[in-house]
């Protein structure tokens, strides 16, 4: 049994996420249902997306700190584009994930043709696209658009009382993307090789370069789709709203047990990742008795308890 957590990485994240379902479940009535289960789709669907595509990032050995700036400048630019200028809603969208694939792109460009560590570089890139969201405006700009209306009344209806709108149906075909980019594809492949280790890929003929500057570029088209999301969750857009994001989105895919060394974990651990800190805040505002302060203390201990494990997990890996 000597290091079964490295053979299956999900254990730790599975057992919290049904503890603390099973305890919240037991406490509060009515919990058990599809209705909360539902919810905990429709409260995380940005953050859920945006993790999904850290998930790929780090699975390569990177990491991305922009994508929270990434998101809050989406949000202010879309609600500029179809409040102030105009612009049909699908073609703003569009822009918008255009913006921040390019921008994820050439991070990775930076990256690989200059031999940066990522985290300065997407650290700059957090800067970067927060100013560029204070460019765009300081303010916030509500959203008030029929096809914006049309989106928000649509929904599928799962149980009584349980709808999954078009955020939580959106993070639910994200999930199902990723799974079949990271298990059945050959891009999935490379980056698992990648992570695993780059200079043995690069003796394997792989290309690492190409590799490294997509996985960014994926996770830039990702945050602006989660920044989109942000909009219909939000009815507005705001620079702001994106501040520290980036903390939970890495929060939740290190939860979902993905190796922050690289080349273990995937999407379905990200998925139980994200559920287990919605889960937290949907036991808090359940209950209503807890402080604000509950909740990033919880996910503190969390994640370094996952920490913790990572780090047996790579001695165990080490000594194998």
Not at 138 to 148: A, C, E, H, K, L
Not at 203 to 217: Q, S, T
Not at 232 to 257: K, Q, T
């Amino acid at each position: 049994m000597k290091f079964s957590l490295q053979r299956n990485p999900l254990a730790a994240t599975i057992g919290v996420l049904l503890l603390l379902y099973g305890f919240a479940s037991s406490y509060y009535d009515g919990f058990f249902s599809l209705r909360i289960i539902a919810n905990l789709f429709t409260d995380s669907s940005f953050l859920g997306v945006s993790a999904l595509g850290m998930t790929v990032v780090i699975l390569s050995r990177g990491i991305d700190l922009s994508v929270g700036s990434v998101m809050g400048f989406t949000t202010v630019f879309v609600a500029h584009l179809v409040m102030v200028e105009g612009l049909p809603t699908p073609v703003a969208w569009g822009l918008a994930l255009i913006v921040g694939t390019l921008f994820g792109a050439f991070m990775g460009w930076l990256i690989v043709a200059y031999d940066l560590p990522a985290f300065l570089v997407t650290l700059a890139g957090l800067f970067f696209a927060k100013g560029m969201g204070y460019v765009v405006s300081d303010v916030s700009i509500g959203i008030r658009d029929s096809f914006y209306d049309a989106i928000l009344d649509f929904s599928i209806q799962i149980g009584p009382g349980a709808y999954l709108g078009a955020g939580a149906l959106s993070f639910i075909v994200f999930f199902f993307v990723v799974l079949y980019l990271l298990k059945w594809s050959r891009f999935g492949r490379y980056v698992y090789a990648v992570g695993g280790g780059e200079d043995s890929a690069r003796l394997m003929g792989l290309p690492v370069n190409g590799v490294k500057i997509g996985v960014y570029a994926f996770n830039g088209f990702c945050s602006a789709f989660a920044g989109i999301l942000m909009t219909l969750y939000m009815s507005s857009g705001n620079p702001l709203f994106g501040v520290g994001l980036e903390l939970e989105v890495i929060a939740a895919v290190v939860v979902g047990g993905t190796l922050l060394s690289g080349g273990v974990g995937g999407a379905t651990g990200t998925l139980l990742g994200v559920l287990t800190l919605a889960l937290i805040q949907g036991i808090m505002n359940y209950d209503g008795r807890f402080l604000p302060a509950v909740r990033p203390i919880s996910v503190g201990a969390l994640l370094l308890v996952f920490i913790l494990i990572q780090r047996f997990l790579v001695r165990g890996k080490e000594e194998s």
